[in-house]
């Protein structure tokens, strides 16, 4: 069994869904080198979230940003105490979303590739409206050829 870790830096963004898995596996050439294994990927941020869904229709990123701010709303009235600390009213909101999303996953690898469903992509889920840079921990574990 071999272990690997790296930190991405990704590129900032603003409010929206991303579909960020060509950034992840691009900055992961030694994947693969796995046989099999398991990629985990951890968000460093409570304000952003990770998720797996359809990478093929990209009205679903759309569809996926206005149904988590129609879920929960900025706070625009003042109901969380957080909001009112100065970080403005994006904030709690992005850390109820990011709670309800998670900021993990974990994907198999198979033969040095992710072994994903045919459309499924990773996506990053950015709550706050200001443009912010993510970091993704990046932990492989596993079978190398």
Do not use: C
């Amino acid at each position: 069994m071999s272990w690997s870790q790296k930190k991405i830096s990704l590129s900032p963004r603003s409010r929206g869904a991303y579909l960020i898995t060509d950034e992840i596996t691009s900055a992961l050439p030694d994947l693969k080198n796995y046989k099999v294994g398991l990629l985990h990927l951890f968000l460093q941020h409570t304000s952003a979230g990770l998720s797996l869904n359809e990478n093929w229709d990209s009205t679903v990123r759309g569809d996926l940003s206005d149904a988590l701010t129609a879920l929960i709303p900025d706070d625009h009235e003042g109901r969380f105490e957080h909001s009112n600390a100065g970080e403005g009213p994006d904030d709690m909101p992005g850390h109820i979303k990011s709670t309800l999303v998670g900021t993990s996953l974990s994907i198999p690898i198979t033969n040095g590739k992710l072994a994903t469903g045919t459309w499924q992509g990773i996506y990053l889920l950015e709550f706050r409206d200001y443009r912010h840079q993510r970091n993704v921990v990046a932990t492989i574990n596993g079978e190398k050829y």
